[in-house]
């Protein structure tokens, strides 16, 4: 079995429709702590469709495809 790997996005990519950067992803803060159960998996189809959590510096947070 092979796996070949793309890079979607990364902190240099800019939010679309938006103004900043990806800051994180993955996962929401709203206590101010990150734990692991937090954690926001990113999903892949059959068709290979990806939708992934992401937020700016800001904290302002979307699912994308």
Not at 2 to 7: C, I, N
Not at 55 to 61: D, G
């Amino acid at each position: 079995m092979t796996f070949t790997f793309t890079r979607i996005a990364n902190t240099d990519t800019q939010i679309p429709d938006g103004t900043e950067n990806f800051a994180n992803f993955g996962y929401y803060i709203e206590d101010g702590e990150t734990n692991f159960s937090d954690l926001i998996w990113p999903a892949i189809n059959e068709a290979g469709n990806l939708a992934f959590l992401g937020r700016n510096s800001a904290n302002q947070i979307g699912i994308y495809t």
